[in-house]
């Protein structure tokens, strides 16, 4: 039933790039101000939770700013990476991640632009 799942050899050092800023926003290596995940996320980014409700980027910007004012602990892991091109510069990545019992599929579109990666789309899904 699960479909085989193996980025080619070809887009290998994409999904390494790719896996250094997953889970998006819980690198803190990338910035943890507004305008640091402003710079993450293309103009039309927006995001489908895990609860199926759509964000938008506004929205996004406001929880992070508000989830990093405080201390707060962000324990995570990832696990079963799959990258595949989309169209030229766009690539999609899933994977699975695990946050004390809370386990989700993840998936995230990204497109390279110049030297820097952009989240276009992201979604969660409770596993």
């Not at 980025?7 to 943890?32: D, K, N, W, Y």
């Not at 405080?70 to 991640?97: G, K, R």
């Not at 386990?103 to 276009?120: C, D």
Request: with cysteine.
């Amino acid at each position: 039933m699960m479909p085989e799942r193996k980025t080619p050899e070809s887009l290998l050092s994409v999904q390494e790039q790719l896996i250094a800023r997953e889970p998006i926003f819980h690198r803190p290596e990338f910035g943890v101000t507004r305008a640091d995940f402003e710079a993450m996320m293309a103009e039309e980014f927006w995001e489908t939770g895990a609860s199926g409700q759509r964000y938008s980027k506004q929205f996004i910007l406001d929880t992070l700013v508000a989830r990093h004012a405080q201390q707060h602990d962000d324990p995570w892991e990832t696990s079963d990476f799959y990258c595949q091109q989309i169209a030229p510069d766009n690539f999609l990545l899933t994977y699975t991640l695990t946050q004390g019992e809370r386990i989700t599929q993840r998936m995230t579109l990204w497109r390279r632009e110049s030297t820097r990666w952009l989240i276009v789309y992201h979604q969660g899904t409770v596993a």
